[in-house]
C-alpha cells in the first residue's frame, strides 16, 4: 500500500501518542495514590519509543519509575509508618501534566499531516481533470 | 611590472565534491513498478480489487466504533479516508478510460 504511506506513517504516530496519553491519564488519576511504607509506590509509565525502519513509529515498550517512590511526612493519614511517612508515586503532577502537554501537540500535529494528505491526495486527482 | 596569481600565496580554487553515479542509491518510497505487461483491464480490476479490500476494512472498523469494540478512534478515521481516496481514485481511473475510448469512437473512418 504504497500510495497511502503518509496515512499509514501518521496512523503510527496518532497510535503511539494515543499509547502515551493512556499512560498519562492512568499517571494523572494514580498521582495522589500513596502506600504504606512497607509497600512499593505507583510506578507512573512512560512509553519507549522507537522508528520503524520503512516510516513511522512504535511503541518498544513501557519504563516504570521507581518503586521506592518518594516518601512524604502525613502524619494525620491512617496508612502513616511510626515516623508518620507515607510512600507517594516517584513522579509528580507537573512532570505528568508536561507530558500531557507533549503528547496531545504530537496527535494533533499527526492528524494535521493526516487532514494534509487528504489534501494532496484530492489535488493529485484533480490532475487532467476538465 | 607583473602581479603574480594569488595560488601563490595559498588560495586554493574551490572544486565542487562530486559523487560517481553507484554511489548515488535511491532512498526507497520513489521507486516505481512498471506496468509493461499487464493490460489496462487488469489494472483496473486490480484497482477494484484494492477497493474493495480497504472499504471492507473500513466497514469492519465502522461496525467496531457501533458496538464499542473499537480501540483506537483514529484506527476508523484512517481507514474511511483511504477507502475514499481509493474510491475515488478508482472513479477518476474509470472516467479517464471512458474519456479515451469516446475519442476513439469519434474518429473519422475513411
Redo the contacts between chains.
Keep these: 500500500m504504497g500510495a497511502f504511506d503518509i496515512l499509514r506513517i501518521s496512523g503510527s504516530s496518532m497510535g503511539m501518542h494515543q499509547t502515551w496519553l493512556d499512560a498519562l491519564a492512568n499517571n494523572i488519576a494514580n498521582v495522589n495514590t500513596v502506600v504504606p511504607t512497607s509497600e512499593t509506590a505507583f510506578q507512573t509509565q512512560t512509553p519507549i519509543v522507537r522508528s520503524v525502519p520503512g516510516g513511522g513509529v512504535e511503541v518498544e515498550g513501557m519504563a516504570l519509575s521507581d518503586p521506592e517512590g518518594r516518601m512524604v511526612s502525613d502524619p494525620g493519614n491512617p496508612m502513616a509508618d511510626a515516623d508518620g511517612y507515607v510512600r507517594a508515586p516517584e513522579d509528580d503532577l507537573a512532570t505528568q501534566m508536561t507530558q500531557l502537554v507533549m503528547a496531545q501537540r504530537g496527535f494533533q500535529a499527526s492528524v494535521q499531516v493526516t487532514k494534509d494528505a487528504q489534501d494532496i491526495y484530492r489535488s493529485a486527482l484533480e490532475i487532467g481533470r476538465r | 611590472m607583473s602581479v603574480s596569481g594569488i595560488e601563490s600565496i595559498g588560495f586554493q580554487p574551490y572544486v565542487p565534491p562530486t559523487m560517481s553515479p553507484a554511489s548515488v542509491t535511491a532512498t526507497g518510497?520513489t521507486t516505481s513498478t512498471s506496468a509493461a505487461g499487464s493490460s489496462f483491464g487488469d489494472l483496473l480490476t486490480d484497482g477494484i480489487d484494492r477497493l474493495e479490500a480497504v472499504q471492507d476494512k473500513s466497514d469492519k472498523l465502522a461496525v467496531q466504533a457501533a458496538t464499542g469494540d473499537l480501540d483506537?478512534i483514529?484506527?476508523y478515521?484512517?481507514a474511511a479516508?483511504?477507502a475514499s481516496?481509493t474510491a475515488?481514485?478508482t472513479v477518476?481511473v474509470r472516467n479517464?478510460a471512458l474519456e479515451a475510448f469516446n475519442e476513439i469512437m469519434r474518429m473519422p473512418i475513411g
Design positions: 518510497g483506537d483514529h484506527d478515521t484512517v479516508t483511504e481516496v475515488q481514485l477518476a479517464r
